[in-house]
């Protein structure tokens, strides 16, 4: 392949599905040779060319590995990570390196001691939005998106409660709904407080259990999910409507952080149907019974419980309401 100034994921994301080892040149011939590497068994990593006289870059972390290597007759660096699942992360920490090597003319051991320094930097501050409240929010954009094919996008922006703090995140005029979105290959969600999975008074509450799975180019960032959902509440709902959304976004990004919507080139697809379960006996839940049993001056200083459940291979519910039976994607 010819020298590119950087790897960009897409394209590795390809040659990793598609189980094809490649090699891409990141500098030119005048310079260091820098390659990235895409190996056969699914893995990526970076090599460095070292002069002679040029140290080998001491890794401070046991998920990155570093090793020399012969390569074409040059002595090169390896840089690799003992974690498959953290690949595009990594990929992230490669392109670095590669930059501050190519770009910047740094030795590779000074390039991936600044970039290791610059991460650690960056982690020591909150970030603007986790991986994982990303896919809570575009599991609940799929929620709205149903919403709104049966009942116009007024009335789902209307329901949807996730921004202001309450027990469930949508709220239709007779019943609710409960929205849990995993990557995972298990439908393990986390339930927060006891509450949670608690119906109102006389309101039958839903819990439909979502699966993302990382979808090549075929797949929506998260970017474009809220930007279409955006674009459509403008033009169907109310002005207050995309204010909704806005306001979702804030609630969940870290208060001191003003750019709350990152870019991202990471695609997702749903990894199954969703599964859809009423919320009544026949679900694993814990609710406000479980502290009946204590002295309530115990009970009282109880005051938040979160809990996992395995919804996994459970027969969704038959009958459901009209929104719930909806076709579920990604907007």
Known sequence: MTADSKADWSQIEYFLHAGQATTIPLGGSALPRVDYV???????????????????????????????????????????????????????????????????????????????????????????????????????????????????????????RGSYGEEHDFGLPSYDIEVKTTSAEERNHTIHGLSQLTPSADRPLWLVSLQLTRGGAHGRTFTQCVSSVRERLTEHATGVAAEMLDQRLAAISHPDTADFLPTDDERWSLRSAPLVLKVDEHLPRLDHSLLRGLPPESAARISQVDYNINVTGLPGSPERPEALQSEFFLP
Do not use: N
């Open 38 to 160: 895409v190996t056969d068994d699914r893995d990526i990593a970076l090599h460095l060319e070292l002069t002679s006289r040029q140290r080998l870059p001491r890794s401070p972390h046991p998920l990155i590995r570093v090793e020399e290597i012969a390569y074409e007759g040059m002595r090169m660096a390896r840089l690799r990570t003992t974690q498959r699942q953290l690949l595009r992360d990594f990929h992230d920490l490669l392109c670095a390196v590669a930059d501050r090597v190519v770009d910047r003319g740094r030795a590779p051991d000074q390039a991936f001691s600044e970039t290791v320094q610059a991460w650690r930097a960056l982690l020591d501050r909150p970030r603007a939005m986790s991986l994982e409240k990303r896919i809570g929010l575009m599991g609940e954009l799929v929620m709205l998106t149903a919403i709104a094919a049966s009942h116009g996008w007024q009335t789902a922006a209307e329901s949807w």
